[in-house]
């Protein structure tokens, strides 16, 4: 049985809609606060920012994905959704939560 930490991030966020561009802007204080701005370059970037910034496991995120994009296949989805995932955390923006999660059969 694994467990999947829910994951969420260090630090609040708005997302931000000037013409084209959709950032995403810290609103942070008390030393919480992200030093930039983050670009969400496409729709499933800023989907996926808004399930981790709402709380989310692993395999939630990926079983959402799927189904918010057409049913597209795990294989496809996957590895999108773990290089979002290592962006954020290279960034120092993820974070778990390992009180809270789900557990899956192997």
Request: contains cysteine; glycine residues 8%; aromatic residues 8%.
């Amino acid at each position: 049985m694994k467990f999947f930490p829910r994951l969420l991030l260090r630090c609040p966020f708005e997302i931000v809609e000037v013409g084209n561009e959709v950032t995403a802007v810290s609103v942070g204080g008390e030393g919480n606060a992200y030093n930039g701005i983050i670009q969400l370059k496409n729709e499933s970037a800023r989907f996926m920012f808004e399930k981790v910034q709402q709380g989310i496991t692993l395999p939630e995120l990926i079983k959402a994905c799927m189904e918010e994009f057409d049913n597209s296949p795990v294989e496809e989805v996957g590895p999108k959704v773990i290089e979002f995932l290592d962006m954020l955390k290279e960034n120092g923006l993820l974070a778990a939560d390992t009180k809270h999660g789900i557990k899956i059969e192997d």
